[in-house]
C-alpha cells in the first residue's frame, strides 16, 4: 500500500517564528488532506490539496503531485498552533481509505 | 453551520460493560466513518458505512460494531470494553459522488476510558 510520511517528526518553536512540514507519499494520489489535531484531540481539517497552493491565513500549503510531496508552512506561529499535524492521502476514485501519515508534534512556546 | 457531532465527548466504562458511542452530521454525506486512535498514533479506521452499506476493516475486532439507522446518525457499539479499548473515537463524513472531492470531515471526538 501506499507509504505516507511526515517530516521533521517533532519541532520546537518560539512565538512568531516561521516553520515548514513536509509530507512524502510513496504513490500518485487524488486527495490529499492537510489536519491539525489540537491538545484536545479535535482532528481539524486545514486543506484539501491534491495539487497546487493554497493560503488560509497565515497558513499555506503547497502540493506538488508529480514529485510526490507537499509542504504546510506555518508563519508567524502562536502557541495555539501546537499539537500534531497529520497529513493524509488517498488513492484512486470511488471509495478509498485515508491513509494518515507519520504527523509532525509542534509545541510553540510563549 | 453544517458539522459534525459525536456525543459524549468524554465516557467512562467498566471493563466488560457494553458501551455506545454516537456520531451525527448535518453535512447530507453519504459515507460514514469511525476511527480509533490511541496516544501518539495516526487514526486507524474501523469501518464505514457507504449510504447503508457495512464495510468492515479486516483487522477490526469482532468486539466492534456499527449501526447506522438513518443519513444523518452512525453508532458505535463495543460489546464488551478491555482495557486495550481505552482511545479517542473519531467519526468522519464524507461524500463520494461524481466530481466530489472525497474531503473528510472529522467530529470532535469521543475520548473513551475503561476501568
Known amino acids: 500500500g501506499i507509504q505516507v510520511e511526515q517530516s521533521p517528526p517533532d519541532l520546537i518553536l518560539q512565538e512568531g517564528a516561521n516553520s515548514t512540514l513536509r509530507c512524502n507519499f510513496s504513490?500518485?494520489?487524488?486527495?490529499l488532506q492537510w489536519f491539525h489535531q489540537n491538545p484536545w484531540g479535535q482532528l481539524i481539517n486545514l486543506f484539501y490539496i491534491p495539487s497546487g497552493t493554497k493560503q488560509n491565513g497565515r497558513l499555506s500549503a503547497t502540493t506538488v503531485a508529480t514529485e510526490r510531496y507537499s509542504l504546510l508552512y506555518i508563519s508567524s506561529s502562536q502557541t495555539t498552533d501546537s499539537g500534531v499535524y497529520f497529513c493524509a492521502v488517498v488513492r484512486g476514485t470511488g471509495f478509498q481509505k485515508l491513509v494518515f501519515g507519520t504527523g509532525t508534534r509542534l509545541l510553540v512556546s510563549p | 453551520d453544517a458539522m459534525v457531532i459525536q456525543n459524549p465527548r468524554y465516557q467512562v466504562t467498566q471493563f466488560g460493560k457494553p458501551v455506545t458511542l454516537s456520531c451525527s452530521q448535518t453535512l447530507n454525506h453519504n459515507v460514514m466513518y469511525w476511527y480509533q486512535q490511541k496516544s501518539s498514533q495516526a487514526p486507524k479506521l474501523l469501518f464505514h458505512?457507504?449510504?447503508?452499506?457495512?464495510?468492515n476493516e479486516a483487522d477490526t475486532p469482532d468486539n466492534f460494531q456499527s449501526r447506522r439507522p438513518n443519513t444523518s446518525f452512525c453508532f458505535l457499539d463495543i460489546r464488551s470494553p478491555g482495557l486495550g479499548d481505552a482511545a479517542m473515537y473519531l467519526c468522519?463524513?464524507?461524500?463520494?459522488?461524481?466530481?466530489?472531492?472525497?474531503?473528510?470531515?472529522f467530529g470532535p471526538g469521543t475520548r473513551l476510558t475503561v476501568t
Open positions: 468522519a463524513t464524507s461524500r463520494i459522488a461524481p466530481g466530489s472531492s472525497y474531503e473528510q470531515y
Open positions: 504513490d500518485s494520489v487524488n486527495n
Open positions: 458505512y457507504y449510504d447503508k452499506d457495512f464495510n
